[in-house]
């Protein structure tokens, strides 16, 4: 069973930068599918970045192209999201997930998530 753990939430103004990591228990070349994910207070659950773990692919969804990006660490077992330029539109509580096999683009099959931390952007 893996084990994802998340931190580097926070509050931060408008403009702000913020990384998050997310530190797997097992070597993350064994899940392929590293994602991250973010929730807004009555909104559902969507998918913001993902990565596969073995070519290193990344994906970054239109809303935080350009201002996000999602990276690995291998030796760490950890995958990051450096954030920067926040907006208010990006507070949310932000999730870590995995998916062992399968399109990394695929963010509906996720099956492992973190605990994640909360992100909050003032104006």
């Known amino acids: 069973q893996v084990r994802l753990v998340e931190s580097g939430g926070g509050s931060v103004q408008a403009g702000s930068s913020l990384r998050l990591s997310c530190t797997a228990s097992?070597?993350?070349?064994?899940?392929?599918?590293m994602g991250w994910f973010r929730q807004s207070r009555g909104q559902e659950r969507e998918g913001v970045a993902s990565?596969?773990?073995?070519?290193?692919?990344?994906f970054h969804v239109r809303s935080v192209k350009g201002r996000f990006t999602i990276s690995q660490d291998k030796a760490k077992n950890t995958v990051y999201l450096q954030m920067n330029g926040l907006i208010p539109e990006d507070t949310a509580v932000y999730y870590c997930?995995?998916?062992?096999?399968?399109?990394?683009?695929?963010?509906?099959?996720?099956?492992?998530w973190g605990q994640g931390t909360q992100v909050t952007v003032s104006s």
């Open positions: 997930a995995a998916r062992p096999r399968g399109s990394c683009l695929n963010f509906s099959e996720y099956n492992t």
């Open positions: 097992v070597n993350i070349a064994r899940v392929n599918c």
């Open positions: 990565i596969d773990t073995i070519d290193e692919d990344t």
